[in-house]
């Protein structure tokens, strides 16, 4: 039996036949809480075989769908994926064994240990930016814990979603994993069922929509949302690194990167400097002029016009308020195209300022006092990534001690996304739950108590209550 692949129009005929699916799932969920861990293994290796297999196909779907270069879909999308996998691989087997605890006071007599069970059915809707990575790194995290499937990939990078249903159709069987394409009314009943856990990738808007449908089940969630993640440059900053770091992490996949640095502080006394090589490094990298950044074969495009007229109108109020455009400023609406750009002296009014600008637009703002960046910051939503640059520890560690943020990265960007040790995920407005190895494992576990008596010392307890209970009593609540 192949994996479930949906694109219908009839609602009553979706709804039915997601249902089907979803409920084909069941019994296979409570098999699966028996499944060894060369089970899941073996499964993990079969979706990293098929990945690998698709690879070419991926990249030309991508470039597609967004003219994303073939080396950003190595290292982007089917790299983390590898990455991922090979990390279950080695470790799913420690992570299901039982972690044992130490007894407290009250609990003599009894050994006890945390169990990891499987959610069960699990929904994974995914964006548009990584379609591949954001949607699979997950699965092998459900994978691994032991659950069932069903992918949701964004519709609005269609061959992208092509391929990737060949390769859940190739790899897995309808009761594991299901994928289903379409557009909200695909998204929309696959949330009205009573899933076990739900993970959503994508906007803080659209999170709260998947939040409240989880709620009507008191289903649990893991949300990997966004924000504006701020960057700061101080005066002691090695101002070479930071520019070409920074353009890096911030132009990867055209700006469409949720942990992308959003836009910059950088202390007044070293802003020409680092607009300077920041100018430099964006031309060296991409070409000198607006067209031959949009011929780059290492610039990715906007995913589709309406996001490309939405960058576009970012800037126009940016620049209509005063705002000086530094570099680039280029855009090309039916092309899907805006240029990397650098832009300064920003009203606080202008709209960049306060959304999300998910695109090739980098802000850069000067500034005096390193309090009133961290005040600044704190006055908005809390930001799923936050990046320091410096060689001052003083400053350093009074921006990690006096903000939050999901991640961050000290004389870096974007590259704890990429450890596999450590937990991804946001902080309120930016995300709620951790991704990623270890992590990945318990999202998508129940992580069930449990005490095994040895000998029953809480007999002493039983009523009916002497004049020896009395006393004792008294003496646990002092010693415990």
Known sequence: MTAAVLNLPETNTLDAEVRRVFEKQFDTAIRLRRSTAEER??????????????????????????????????????????AEANDAIRKTKKWMKPSGVWPTMMMGGTKAYVQYE????????????????????????????????????????????????KI?????????????????????????????????????????????AAAKHLTSVTLELGGKSPTIVDETADLDLAAKNILWGKFTNCGQTCVAPDHIFVHESVKAAFIEKATAVLKSSYGDSDAAQARSDSLTHVVNQRHTQRVA??????????????????????????????????????????????????????????????????????PLALYVWSRNEANIQKVMKETTAGGSCINH??????????????????????????YGFKAFSHERAVVRTQFMMARMFFPPYSGFMKKVVPWLMKLV
Not at 53 to 81: C, G, N, R
Not at 191 to 201: K, S
Request: aromatic share 6%.
């Open 118 to 165: 499987p959610r069960g059915r699990c929904l994974i809707v995914a964006p548009w930016n990584y379609p591949v990575n954001l949607c699979f790194v997950p699965l092998v995290s459900a994978i691994a814990a032991g659950n069932t499937a069903i992918l949701k990939p964004s519709e609005m990078t269609p061959h992208t979603s092509a391929v990737m249903v």
């Open 413 to 438: 960007t974007v590259v704890h996304y990429l450890h596999g040790n450590l937990p991804f995920g946001g902080v309120n407005n930016s995300g709620i739950g951790s991704a990623h190895g270890l």
């Open 313 to 382: 109108g970012l800037l126009e109020d940016a620049k209509s308020r005063g705002a000086k455009v530094l570099s680039g400023g280029g855009v090309n609406v039916a092309d899907q195209w805006v240029a990397p750009t650098l832009i300064t002296d920003i009203p606080a009014e202008a709209k960049i300022m306060s959304e999300e600008i998910f695109g090739p637009l980098l802000p850069i703002i000067g500034y005096t006092s390193l309090q009133k960046v961290i005040d600044e910051i704190n006055a908005n939503p809390k």
């Open 41 to 82: 293994i073996a499964k993990i290796k079969k979706l990293k075989a098929a990945v690998l297999a698709h690879s070419t196909a991926l990249q030309e779907a991508m470039y597609k769908d967004f003219k994303k270069p073939a080396v950003e879909v190595d290292l982007t999308e089917i790299l983390p994926v590898v």
């Open 168 to 212: 859940v159709k190739e790899t897995f069987t309808e009761d594991e994993v299901a994928i289903f394409e379409g557009d909200v009314a695909v998204s929309t009943a696959l949330l009205a069922l009573p899933f076990d856990h739900i993970f959503f990738t994508g906007s803080p808007a659209v999170g709260k929509v998947v939040m409240a």
